[in-house]
């Protein structure tokens, strides 16, 4: 007898009725950049539809997005000025520790994820604190110190802890930042405050229109000695089961798209939630080929959301969250 399983496909009813994946709003967490000033909202040429945002305005940008039903945002900041340590990151007055103290006081259940990291507040770009090794100008290298970088990085996610944030999350890629951020928060009374590690971090070249967006790009070599070789799965899930040893209450894999063989074993070796961030070249590349009429947005933005969904992610961290709330409100996009 012919096997005939175009049954199940063959109308729009039948077809969600049986659908293995679905997405849900609450799966999806909006990233914004804050920045200094009033009255800010430049639109970031490289993430079209995305914007650098003073207080003011993110406030009205979030009623929005809690009207679409997202419940939670990652942030990122621009600062004011950066120095070799990225001192302005831990500031309880800098860009993000008031942003946060603005939200939680006008969107108390908005659930605020923070950024973690050094690379936007430092005037070389890394990711961490330099640490200069030769005896000569021509011998002089300069590379990333990983455990005085860890202090520095506890300071920060203390300082936004302090300010209201639910959810820290590092995405240096130091080794034992977790661990260290951990017992920091717990020393100081913060133990209901989550971590979200960058586990799986890889030195993409999907990260450009991102380094624009938050104006960190390395000014000197690259950031290939810290963030994963893009060639290795076995060590990233190594950097995982490490981060989920010292106290990470979700693992994320960053980016997604080409990773979703890496999301997909990440989700069979954890039993915490699976992040995946798809990030801003995975974003402009759609946007651009809409735009050259190469390819339907919606079309395209609903496959790619739901493929990193199939491959096991629990949490969708993506420029088209609200792009996403609005088609499964069923409304206009």
């Not at 990260?207 to 624009?212: E, I, K, N």
């Not at 069979?268 to 990030?279: G, M, T």
């Not at 390819?295 to 949490?315: Q, Y």
Request: hydrophobic share 40%.
């Amino acid at each position: 007898m012919l096997k005939r399983p175009r049954r199940m496909r063959k109308t729009k009813g039948i077809r969600s009725l049986v659908r293995e994946t679905k997405l849900d709003i609450d799966d999806f967490v909006y990233p914004l950049f804050v920045v200094n000033g009033e009255e800010v909202k430049e639109e970031i040429k490289t993430l079209p539809d995305c914007y650098h945002m003073s207080i003011d305005i993110l406030l009205q940008e979030l009623a929005e997005v809690v009207e679409l039903g997202i419940k939670a945002v990652l942030l990122f900041g621009i600062p004011n000025y950066k120095d070799e340590i990225g001192s302005s990151a831990w500031q309880d007055d800098g860009i993000v520790q008031r942003a946060v103290r603005e939200i939680k006081n006008k969107f108390p259940d908005l659930v605020i994820i923070t950024d973690i990291c050094l690379c936007a507040y430092t005037s070389h770009g890394h990711c961490g604190v330099l640490h200069e090794t030769g005896s000569d100008l021509a011998s002089i290298k300069k590379t990333v110190d990983n455990d005085k970088t860890l202090e520095k990085l506890s300071y920060i996610a203390l300082s936004h802890a302090r300010a209201g944030a639910d959810i820290v999350a590092p995405s240096d890629m130091m080794d034992g930042r977790v661990r260290t951020i951990r017992e920091t928060l717990d020393e100081s009374g913060f133990q209901d405050t989550a971590i979200m590690s960058y586990g799986a971090k890889y030195s993409s070249a999907f990260y450009g229109p991102f380094r624009d967006a938050a104006d960190s790009a390395p000014q000197f070599g690259n950031r290939s000695s810290y963030q994963m070789d893009y060639a290795n799965s076995d060590e990233a899930l190594r950097e995982i089961k490490l981060d989920v040893e010292e106290g990470a209450d979700i693992v994320m894999v960053k980016p997604a798209l080409s990773y979703l063989d890496i999301i997909k074993q990440t989700e069979e070796i954890v039993d915490i939630p699976v992040a995946a961030y798809s990030v801003s070249g995975e974003y402009a590349m759609v946007k651009q080929a809409a735009r050259a009429g190469l390819c339907d947005e919606k079309m395209m933005m609903v496959e790619i959301m739901t493929s990193i969904k199939r491959a096991g992610a629990d949490i969708i961290i993506t420029y088209f969250a609200k792009d996403m709330a609005r088609y499964l409100n069923n409304k206009d996009i």
